[in-house]
Nanobody
Framework: VQLQAYGGGLVQAGGSLRLSCAAS????????MGWFRQAPGKEREFVSA????????YYADSVKGRFTISRDNAKNTVYLQMNSLKPEDTAVYYC???????????????????WGQGTQVTVSS
């Protein structure tokens, strides 16, 4: 599967952005999906994940209550709605697909088999 993330940009602190990740292929609903981010000089970190049918979601503590992950399997797309953005949310955001679906630990990058190219999110103070 090929993943294309988009929707990043420059926003002031307190603002919102909605990231999208479009997947190719006809088996999107088989994949567990996740969002990760990497800030300059830092390691990649887990942001959020969603089960194959969208019934289970996971969030990093740092974004819980501010970010919402969702998916539309009919559109082969996963979303990340980001509200109340903070300067520390500045990073390149990557979407990823897990062939194992709902098994394994969705918070771990090694669980994912396919990665998108990333989209830059910059939050100014």
């Amino acid at each position: 599967v090929q993943l294309q993330a988009y929707g990043g940009g420059l926003v002031q602190a307190g603002g919102s952005l909605r990231l999208s990740c479009a997947a190719s292929g006809r088996t999107f609903s088989r994949y567990g999906m996740g969002w990760f981010r990497q800030a300059p000089g830092k390691e990649r970190e887990f942001v959020s994940a969603i089960s194959r049918r969208g019934g289970i979601t996971y969030y990093a503590d740092s974004v819980k209550g501010r970010f919402t992950i969702s998916r539309d399997n009919a559109k082969n797309t996963v979303y990340l709605q980001m509200n109340s953005l903070k300067p520390e949310d500045t990073a390149v955001y990557y979407c990823a697909a897990d062939e194992e679906g709902d098994y394994g630990n969705p918070r771990q990058g090694y669980e994912y088999d396919y990665w998108g190219q990333g989209t830059q999110v910059t939050v100014s103070s």
